[in-house]
């Protein structure tokens, strides 16, 4: 189950989508998307996997004094410098992008890290049925951003639409959201 839910958003970027985008971008344009694809992967995952790891340690902790909101607290102070320093860099990286794809590119790095953070919901509680299905929308939204992104031409919204949904059915189907912030 946990095989299946890494694996379909791949071969849903990998085999169909990913090339679809390359046959319509430039050969340079088409390497700067990889580009930031990578950097804001390598990025978020670094963050948010790690305040997952700490969240999922720490949770009996947590659990046993009623302790609510740190954990929503330190990922809106982690997403500021991480999403800066995507954004810092794919400015001198791509020279004279414009202020819509550095949009697209913050509102990327924001989901993916409340992608990698907020799964620990599942996990916490085992429940690969949930992020299988979680991945499986994040698939399904990775098709609908693709037709946006063929009506306006900015690749990001393929990965917005994806991750946005997948995090939207996280904070519907987890309480990690409505812990507040404290």
């Not at 996997?49 to 700490?54: M, T």
């Not at 954004?87 to 992008?97: E, H, N």
């Not at 049925?129 to 990775?142: D, E, S």
Request: include cysteine.
């Amino acid at each position: 189950c946990n095989y299946v839910a890494t694996i379909v958003p791949l071969l849903v970027l990998q085999l169909f989508l990913l090339p679809k985008v390359n046959s319509i971008l430039s050969e340079e344009n088409y390497g700067f998307v990889l580009t930031i694809i990578s950097l804001v992967t390598m990025v978020t995952d670094a963050a948010g996997i790690s305040l997952n790891n700490v969240r999922l340690i720490t949770d009996i902790d947590y659990s046993e004094e009623n302790y609510k909101g740190d954990f929503n607290f330190i990922f809106i102070i982690l997403v500021i410098p991480v999403s800066f320093a995507v954004l810092v860099v794919s400015a001198i990286y791509m020279g004279g992008i414009s202020v819509v794809d550095l949009l697209g590119i913050f509102a990327m790095t924001v989901l993916f890290m409340g992608v990698r953070y907020y799964i620990v919901g599942f996990l916490i509680h085992l429940n690969y049925t949930k992020l299988m299905i979680g991945n499986l929308i994040q698939a399904v939204g990775y098709f609908i951003g693709y037709f946006i992104f063929k009506a306006t031409l900015y690749w990001q919204w393929i990965y917005i639409v994806g991750y946005a949904l997948n995090l939207i059915y996280i904070f519907i189907r987890t309480s990690l959201i409505r812990e507040g912030i404290r």
